[in-house]
Nanobody, 122 residues
Framework: VQLQASGGGRVQAGDSLRLSCVAS???????IAWFRQDAGTDREFVAA????????DYRDSVKGRFIVSRDNAKNTMYLQMSSLEPDDTGVYYC?????????????????WGQGTQVTVSS
């Protein structure tokens, strides 16, 4: 599976962005997730969606502001980000793992996209 992330940009605090992640293969029986990494920090879990059941999970700091979704017919995952804050700044990566069991550690993911930069200024 190859992943292509897009949709990042430079915005002001309070603005919105929608990230997309297109897969070259099918997401069947996968968990798909978004991670982010800012300069000098570890890559951190942001949100994930179960491809089969549609269940989602988020890191606490983005709950109520971000929505993760997927379109299985298009092999595409989305991250709708609203009320963006400067702490949301970073390179956002999409990733998949060949299991429906959600994991929050990046090392548990098998395939990664190239990342898209999100910069939020105050």
């Amino acid at each position: 599976v190859q992943l292509q992330a897009s949709g990042g940009g430079r915005v002001q605090a309070g603005d919105s962005l929608r990230l997309s992640c297109v897969a070259s293969g099918r997401f069947n029986r996968y968990t798909i997730a978004w991670f982010r990494q800012d300069a000098g920090t570890d890559r951190e879990f942001v949100a994930a969606v179960n491809v089969v059941g549609g269940g989602t999970d988020y890191r606490d700091s983005v709950k109520g502001r971000f929505i993760v979704s997927r379109d299985n017919a298009k092999n595409t995952m989305y991250l709708q980000m609203s009320s963006l804050e400067p702490d949301d700044t970073g390179v956002y990566y999409c990733a998949t793992r060949r299991s429906l069991i959600l994991r929050y550690n990046p090392i548990d993911y098998d395939y990664w996209g190239q990342g898209t930069q999100v910069t939020v200024s105050s």
